[in-house]
């Protein structure tokens, strides 16, 4: 047990305290090896994918979270980087579905990074489900399109009065342009 001047007591070990803020992460946080087997699951992944850590842990990445479309994808990215090198998904934030425990597909928010560890190759991706963010950006879409072709002047203000948005009956009405 590591000693810490500033408290009044031992931390925990290095592994422990990996552990609790893998634990207390808002999002999911996977780890595969080289072949794509599971060899971490959070609890947020648990959440997020409906799995418990337990049934996830072992079982291949491809068949338990991705797509069924996107599976041949995943491994022939796999294989690439093996055999290269590169991956074009490493290290950058991307939007993919996923697939919860009850077959059901939504959108994720994802980075994948490699793992400096010694011995094969070791991935772990960082999850965020944005289902809430794509239903509000088709909210706000929906509600665009019903007020561009409303035929009713649908003008927009701040409490100050300061026009903010103009719709075209708005313009053939009062004969003023956005």
Request: net charge negative; hydrophobic share 45%.
């Given at each position: 047990m590591e000693l810490d001047s500033r408290a009044s007591g031992p931390l925990p070990s290095s592994e422990a305290r990996t552990?609790?803020?893998?634990?207390?992460?808002?999002?999911?946080?996977?780890?595969?090896?080289?072949?794509?087997?599971?060899l971490e699951f959070n609890p947020a992944a648990e959440r997020i994918f409906g799995h418990a850590s337990e049934d996830a842990l072992?079982?291949?990445?491809?068949?338990?979270?991705?797509?069924?479309s996107l599976r041949e994808a995943h491994s022939r990215g796999l294989?690439?980087?093996?055999?290269?090198?590169?991956?074009?998904?490493?290290?950058?934030?991307?939007?993919?579905?996923?697939?919860?425990?009850?077959?059901?597909?939504?959108?994720?928010?994802?980075?994948?990074?490699r793992v400096d560890?010694?011995?094969?190759?070791?991935?772990?991706?960082?999850?965020?489900?944005?289902?809430e963010v794509k239903e509000r950006e088709a909210a706000l879409r929906e509600?665009?399109?019903i007020v561009g072709s409303s035929f009713?002047?649908?003008?927009?203000?701040?409490?100050?009065g300061v026009v903010t948005s103009w719709n075209a009956a708005a313009e053939r009405i009062f004969g003023y342009t956005e």
């Open positions: 552990r609790a803020m893998l634990d207390a992460a808002l999002d999911g946080i996977v780890t595969i090896d080289h072949e794509g087997t599971i072992g079982r291949q990445i491809a068949a338990l979270l991705i797509q069924p294989r690439h980087y093996l055999a290269t090198g590169e991956g074009p998904v490493l290290s950058k934030r991307i939007e993919v579905p996923a697939l919860r425990a009850d077959g059901s597909e939504f959108p994720i928010e994802l980075s994948i990074v560890v010694p011995g094969p190759p070791v991935f772990t991706a960082y999850i965020r489900d944005i289902t509600s665009e399109a009713d002047a649908i003008v927009g203000r701040t409490l100050e």
